[in-house]
């Protein structure tokens, strides 16, 4: 089993940045890769970006490419997620996820393909 949990979400101002962490506990030298999704109102579940947990590979969606940046730090068993020039439309709950095994890294942007789920942390950019 691995525990996940998200913080660092809040309400900012469009052009604003934020921070996400996600702490993983538990069996977490069986992790693979690290993703960050988000679910805004009324929508399905996102790909936002993943990291391979071993050698750092990342992966992002072209919607937040060269906005968010995604890192971790082994020795905490933490990812990151940060977020800047955020927009209106980055609103969300964002959640981190950890997967356990990938056969393509076409699968690092599948949210079926991760094994485990933190709560999700709130993400609120006015305009």
């Known amino acids: 089993q691995v525990q996940l949990v998200e913080s660092g979400g809040g309400l900012v101002q469009a052009g604003g940045s934020l921070g996400l962490s996600c702490a993983a506990s538990?069996?977490?030298?069986?992790?693979?890769?690290m993703g960050w999704f988000r679910r805004a109102p009324g929508k399905e579940r996102e790909f936002v970006a993943a990291i391979v947990w071993s050698g750092g590979g990342t992966y992002y969606a072209d919607s937040v490419k060269g906005r968010f940046t995604i890192s971790r730090d082994n020795a905490k068993n933490t990812v990151y997620l940060q977020v800047n020039s955020l927009k209106p439309e980055d609103t969300a709950v964002y959640y981190c996820a950890a997967g356990m095994t990938f056969t393509s890294t076409l699968y690092y942007f599948m949210d079926r393909k991760y094994d485990y789920w933190g709560q999700g942390t709130q993400v609120t950019v006015s305009s």
């Open positions: 538990g069996r977490t030298n069986s992790i693979y890769t």
